[in-house]
């Protein structure tokens, strides 16, 4: 254990590794971009092209005629990120097509670069191009997490292209901290990533610890360049940023729509960004454990490798480039939970796994340089290449089904529709049901009340607060009138109606407690906690 194949020194094969390789590490990376993009846009349309609640937001934002307008919406609470994401969607779509297939296919394309981009970047520091390829390619396939996140008109792809740069970026300031073309690319990503999701805060705080301890370790100054860098970083954050973040984190008062970490939803949170067999075994009552377990063993193989390596001198452990990425990847990965869990903890909520994405690059990093690391640096160049493409058939197909299997909005309440009467509108309350389908069309009038006092009663569905807020904003920006005012709400406006009730929703039984509305009929609904109820004043 923690020898490599044949006694040869790691350092020794990998310099002898990559001027043999790097031409077929290069051909590999295209074809990992070439599969991936293949894959998931097959996947696209083999099921339905519904839009789930933020993607519409998304579309709606990317769909203003004016850009300016677009960014006075995006502050005002419509989307809860900053606007790198929707400018450069709002210009890449004006100027190709709005189609929502196309941007999901942009996703798609920023996805599969990121992957081909890091899959390089990797094989240039261990391994050999046809190992890391299957390794690369099995972890991402079994991640359904970003097969799902990769596909979506959201900020997730770009966030994850720029945390790429990002990780590539400080590993190499890791080495060579005083180089200037690597800290002006350093203050430029480091911006990218915070403008691109706000969660990027704690990759660029986890960041500079990760250099502050260098710094402490090595004793060389110069390291607080880099600290400095990030000094700069968070300065232009605060200075372009802060008033209108202050702004948008309106809407997540008076409380979180995210609920708070328990002891295993943290595990099945993090486990979701680390490959899986099947996202399903993790909530079966017997196999509790497995997302436990998934965690302990990364946190684990990382704490015994570096424990173990570190015992050596710094200047001998910074020479070898692939175990500082290794080091640097488990410590991110592990600080910016924490950081997350502790926000969560004791001020807002925000622990959720898509905001921690781009830490599934560094859990394919550990899980590949763990991989040589205990059962040896084979160089596996030369693979038959029939039995390649059968593998990458194997995979491909792999892909278009898991990603398919899963619509973002699956339309289930859709068929009860059918019976009732057209005449009368439908009132949802949910912004995950009222978004879609009144974006699609999919029944002929469909509303969402505003009402905050119902919002904010005592036990409600968490989301109520928020998705009143942001609805708001998307009646005030765009005249979205089935956004119905609690003003509006009246016999002369809506003598006659239907409305979807959810039991995690306290809404219409208010009025209906108040005297104010009058059940005429319950309609069953096969689909647990909903109902409909046809309705008068």
């Known amino acids: 254990m923690g020898t490599f194949y044949d006694g040869i020194s790691p350092a020794v094969l990998r310099q002898r590794d990559v001027s043999v390789n790097r031409p077929r590490a290069l051909s590999l990376g295209v074809g990992i971009f070439v599969l991936l993009s293949v894959s998931l846009i097959t996947s696209l349309f083999l099921k339905n092209s519904w839009l789930w609640m933020d993607e519409v937001l998304s579309d709606i934002l990317i769909a203003d005629p004016s850009i300016a307008h677009m960014n006075k919406a995006v502050v005002s609470g419509m989307d809860a990120n900053p606007p790198l994401f929707a400018n450069l969607y709002w210009l890449i779509g004006h100027s190709i097509s709005l189609n929502t297939q196309f941007l999901r296919v942009v996703s798609i394309i920023i996805f599969s670069l990121t992957i081909a981009l890091f899959f390089y970047y990797s094989t240039k520091l261990i391994g050999t191009p046809i190992q890391n390829f299957v390794l690369v390619t099995c972890m991402v396939s079994l991640t359904f997490l970003s097969l799902s996140l990769a596909t979506q008109i959201r900020a997730y792809a770009l966030f994850l292209l720029i945390g790429c740069g990002y990780f590539i970026t400080i590993h190499q300031l890791s080495i060579t901290p005083n180089r200037p073309k690597l800290l002006v690319a350093h203050v430029l990503l480091g911006v990218g990533l915070l403008f691109a999701h706000n969660f990027g805060l704690f990759y660029l705080a986890a960041s500079g610890a990760f250099f502050a301890l260098l710094w402490l370790w090595s004793k060389e100054r110069k390291y607080l360049l880099v600290i400095g860098t990030h000094g700069l970083i968070l300065l232009v954050w605060l200075v372009s940023w802060y008033p209108s973040f202050a702004i948008q984190s309106q809407a997540g008062k008076p409380h979180s729509w995210i609920p708070l970490p328990t002891f295993l939803s943290f595990f099945n949170t993090v486990g979701e960004i680390a490959p899986n067999l099947s996202s399903k075994l993790d909530y ?43 080091g640097l990847s488990g410590f991110i990965y592990l600080l910016t939970i924490g950081i997350a869990l502790t926000v969560s903890l004791v001020h807002t909520s925000i622990f959720l796994s898509r905001y921690l994405w781009p830490s599934s690059l560094l859990v394919i990093y550990q899980l590949i340089y763990a991989y040589y690391y205990f059962f040896g640096y084979r160089t596996y160049n030369r693979l038959s290449s029939g039995l390649l493409w059968v593998y990458v058939l194997f995979v491909g197909t792999f892909i278009v089904y898991q990603n398919r299997k899963l619509p973002h909005f699956s339309g289930d309440i859709l068929p009860y529709f059918e019976g009732l009467d057209k005449s009368y509108p439908i009132f949802v309350e949910t912004a995950d049901y009222f978004l879609p389908i009144w974006f699609h069309k999919l029944a002929p009038r469909v509303c969402y009340l505003l009402d905050w006092q119902t919002a904010v009663t005592p036990g409600n569905y968490l989301n109520a607060t928020v998705e009143h807020k942001i609805l708001k904003s998307v009646r005030d920006n765009y005249q979205v009138n089935d956004i119905v005012p609690k003003a509006s709400f009246n016999k002369t406006n809506f003598p006659h109606f239907y409305i979807v009730d959810e039991d995690s929703q306290y809404q219409i039984e208010e009025f209906i407690k108040q005297g104010q509305v009058k059940v005429v009929k319950t309609i069953p609904v096969a689909i647990q906690g909903h109902r409909i109820l046809e309705c008068t004043f």
């Not at 684990?300 to 290794?326: N, Q």
Request: charged share 20%; net charge positive; aromatic share 20%.
């Open 284 to 326: 079966n009552p017997f196999l509790l454990w497995l997302p436990i377990a998934r965690f302990v063993v990364i946190a684990g193989l990382f704490l015994y490798i570096v424990l173990k390596k570190t015992k050596a001198p710094f200047r001998e452990v910074i020479r070898d480039k692939a175990f500082v990425f290794y």
